[in-house]
Nanobody
């Protein structure tokens, strides 16, 4: 079992920045993949950024060049630095841990943190 707790969301003006944090209840150094997803009202949850245990990173096209995902294995924490925020970034942001045990994969989710970009 893995517990994830997100923090750092809030209200920010367009062009502003926020840093989201995801505290994980166990060592993350060997978790297969950590990621951030978001869900806007009336839309499906979508991938924002993922980082593997080998530090391979992928971003959604809509956030490339603006968002940065990182992990601190010593603190069991994953971050999402969000710069140049746009109103369309408004959503609930969820942290995800994808754990692989033998041939089985398990997904764990945090409770989400609201990000609102508005003037």
């Amino acid at each position: 079992q893995v517990q994830l707790v997100e923090s750092g969301g809030g209200l920010v003006q367009p062009g502003g920045s926020l840093r989201l944090s995801c505290a994980v209840s166990r060592n993350i150094f060997n978790i297969y993949q950590m990621g951030w997803y978001r869900q806007a009202p009336g839309k499906q949850r979508e991938l924002v950024a993922i980082i593997s245990s080998g530090s391979r990173i992928n971003y959604a096209d809509s956030v490339k060049g603006r968002f940065t995902i990182s992990r601190d294995n010593a603190k069991n924490t994953v971050y999402l630095q969000m710069n140049s925020l746009k109103p369309e970034d408004t959503a609930v942001y969820y942290c995800n841990a994808h754990v692989v045990v033998a041939v089985d994969g398990y997904d764990y989710w945090g409770q989400g943190t609201q990000v609102t970009v508005s003037s």
